[in-house]
């Protein structure tokens, strides 16, 4: 592969900042369903706000540019034909869970579909988005060999390198994460590498196998889902005892081997996802694995376990529950974030609408259309100086919140429930 002409399949929180990276050294081709993405990044702008518009400027190329191998830079189109001047795919389309938490591949088989419509002898196709070990060679390699009419190992191949993007860290970015790779035969598994290599400044590491790799991946996240559903049990506990958890975890913290976790709501496409991937293919081969799904039973019920300790809050006050109204700050899954993807923020939202509270959603970093579209709720535009809520619930950490003197949004029977606990615990009635 004299000239690699690399083709990123999805532009979004991991696709986008990869492509920018790989385009400063060679020939990218960014491709992506959606128009508005397009159209977006086609003027240097990211929406999700992983990549800046001063970088973006300087590798996307100009509107009617034409693709030239020898040249670096970053093309995005929608138009799937552009794909055949490509040699390297990699797939970062997401992985998501379906309504029952059964991994839903759809766009992973859509994604592998469009590119076996364009692979040719001597291909690689790269995928980064999270499996469950085996999906790779067992679920995509099939469509690439239907759609293509070439044969696997032979005419085309394939590799793994799962992403490790964390939205919204501007310290552990693409190039300085270390990265897992992987390919379906030892000489490909090298170029894999070296091309990663290329442009990973903390370095490969190349799995021995594809399914290492894929699994790797899964217990990365799986293992974070069960050590946050550890302490969030403590935090139930505690609360029974009286005990401030977060003042145990401090005490604790105190050995050199006690492992920081914290507290909180499980959401994000990454930890809350990513164990049913695992726990669905060990369910297949007939082993139930009680320890992950215990973790993701105990992680999806603390926004209604948090909803319930504010209405208990509330009856203490003797603030009459039905028609009160109670403001949540925040509807991503994580702080400084516009991802909303998996917010664990909608269960406790929907809990308090249980007891026929009224219930109104303020946050600066998530964009209202797509709450809307995927929560069915209208984002307050700003917070009304004059109106005054019986209860607030400071439901996501954002910088923005922090500085906020919340005083003047409140009646004088009020509870304030900080989950996160981002303020010191007599500024709250309530935290986990």
């Known amino acids: 592969m004299e000239h690699k002409t690399i083709a990123i399949i999805g532009l979004g929180y991991v696709g986008l900042p990869l ?121 995509c390699v099939p469509i690439l060999e239907q759609h293509s009419g070439l044969r696997f190992n032979t005419d085309f191949f394939v590799g793994y390198s799962p992403e490790r993007i964390n939205p919204g860290d501007k310290v552990h970015t693409v190039t300085k994460i270390l990265k897992i790779t992987s390919g379906s035969t030892p000489e490909v598994a090298k170029q894999i590498d070296s091309l990663y290599q290329s ?80 726990a669905q293919k060990a369910i297949r081969l007939g082993y139930n694995p009680e320890i992950i799904l215990a973790g993701r039973r105990l992680n999806d019920s603390m926004g209604s376990y948090v909803a319930h300790e504010v209405v ?31 917010s664990r923020v909608i269960d406790i939202i929907n809990e308090l609408k249980s007891f026929d509270i009224k219930v109104e959603v303020c946050d600066p970093w998530a964009n209202a259309q797509e709450v809307q579209e995927e929560y069915g709720i209208d984002l307050l535009n700003q917070l009304n100086g004059n109106k005054k809520y019986q209860g607030l619930v400071i439901a996501v950490a954002h910088d923005h919140f922090k500085a906020m003197d919340f005083s003047k949004m409140l009646q004088e029977q009020h509870v304030i429930y900080d989950v996160k606990g981002i303020f010191d615990k007599e500024k709250s009635h309530g935290r986990l």
């Open 312 to 342: 208990k809050l509330m009856v203490k006050k003797d603030i009459t529950i039905k028609n009160s109204e109670v403001l949540v700050l925040g509807i991503t899954f994580k702080e400084n974030c516009p991802d909303i993807r998996n």
């Open 199 to 278: 442009i990973i400044v903390a370095g490969t590491y190349l799995a021995p196998s594809i399914k290492v790799a894929e699994a790797a991946k899964v217990i990365e996240n799986s293992q974070r889902d069960i050590n946050i559903a550890f302490v969030n049990e403590l935090a139930k506990i505690f609360k029974l005892m009286q005990i401030d958890t977060q003042e145990v975890l401090k005490a604790a913290g105190t050995k050199w081997n006690f492992l920081p976790f914290s507290p909180g709501l499980v959401g994000g496409h990454c930890i809350g996802v990513d164990p049913y991937y695992l």
């Open 19 to 139: 492509a920018v990276e790989f385009a400063k050294k060679y020939p990218v081709i960014g491709f992506d369903i959606k128009n508005d993405r397009i159209q977006e990044l086609a003027q240097a702008k990211d929406s999700t706000l992983e990549v800046d518009s001063a970088e973006l400027e300087q590798v996307i190329a100009q509107k009617n540019t034409p693709l030239n191998p020898g040249q670096n830079g970053l093309w995005v189109t929608d138009n799937p034909e552009l794909l055949s001047n490509a040699n390297f795919f990699i797939v970062t389309v997401p992985t998501p869970v379906d309504k029952n938490n059964h991994p839903d591949l759809t766009p992973l088989y859509k994604a592998s579909e469009t590119v076996g419509n364009y692979l040719k002898k001597g291909d690689i196709v790269v995928y980064e988005s999270t499996v469950y070990p085996g999906a790779t060679e067992e679920e």
